[in-house]
């Protein structure tokens, strides 16, 4: 059973640096998403995809903040211009489409951003 | 704004005695509701859901939960918890739709003496 999994695991960054992180669904989700969590806080949403459409975005961060998912499989999150308030956890999550609005989330294990 | 609320932040018990975590959420229309563990190290695992009917579900290690839609609450229940329950939990909202984006409590850190 392959899970969802993120790539790095870790990353060290300085203040300014461009970041990417990469987010692979279990095999033939549909959706795929986006949290941000910081110690001692819940996940917090940021986007989601279905299929390669980017359905909401509102809740990225800044301008600095932006994803893709190009052919509707694996995902990118791009931080650019870091800075220190970037330093948090990345989840992401996928799940089935569901026609009657009842979807399950399966999370990777995350990708750890210091930015020094 | 909607929002999920988890009054407690670190639970301490010894094995055997019986949990329950609060979940109170705010909004007022149709919700999906979850409970999902983090074991130290681990990544987010679900432990259970509802999405209609019987309010009280069950999920796995033992673990239910009561949907009280009056009170807008989706409490997290164990009759005997033992030490490998020791996790973080975290209860979580999704707004029927909007979606299938979570709204995550701030979690409730459990920790089990053996």
């Known amino acids: 059973d392959t899970g969802v999994s993120q790539d790095p695991r870790h990353k060290i960054t300085k203040r300014g640096q461009n970041v990417t992180f990469r987010c692979d669904p279990i095999s033939e989700h549909n959706r795929l998403y986006w949290y941000r969590q910081t110690l001692g806080q819940g996940p917090e949403f940021l986007t989601y995809?279905?299929?390669?459409?980017?359905?909401?975005k509102s809740r990225l961060l800044s301008d600095r903040f932006s994803a893709e998912r190009p052919k509707g499989s694996f995902s990118t999150l791009e931080i650019q211009r870091t800075e220190q308030g970037d330093s948090a956890m990345y989840l992401c999550?996928?799940?089935?489409?569901?026609?009657?609005?009842?979807?399950?989330?399966?999370f990777g294990p995350g990708t750890r951003l210091l930015v020094l | 704004a909607q929002s999920v609320s988890q009054h407690n932040h670190h639970v301490i018990l010894s094995e055997a005695a019986s949990l329950e975590l609060g979940c109170n959420y705010s909004?007022?229309?149709?919700?999906?509701l979850f409970w999902y563990v983090q074991y130290p190290g681990q990544h987010l695992q679900l432990l259970l859901k509802y999405f209609s009917g019987d309010p009280l579900v069950k999920g796995i290690k033992g673990f239910e939960a009561e949907f009280i839609k009056s009170k807008f609450s989706f409490n997290l229940r164990k009759p005997s918890v033992q030490w490998s329950d020791t996790a973080e939990y975290f209860c979580a909202v999704n707004p029927y739709n909007q979606g299938g984006k979570l709204i995550f409590g701030q979690g409730t850190e459990l920790s089990v003496k053996p």
């Open positions: 999550a996928s799940s089935p489409l569901s026609s009657a609005g009842q979807e399950t989330q399966y």
């Open positions: 909004y007022g229309g149709t919700v999906n």
């Open positions: 995809f279905q299929n390669e459409a980017q359905l909401e």
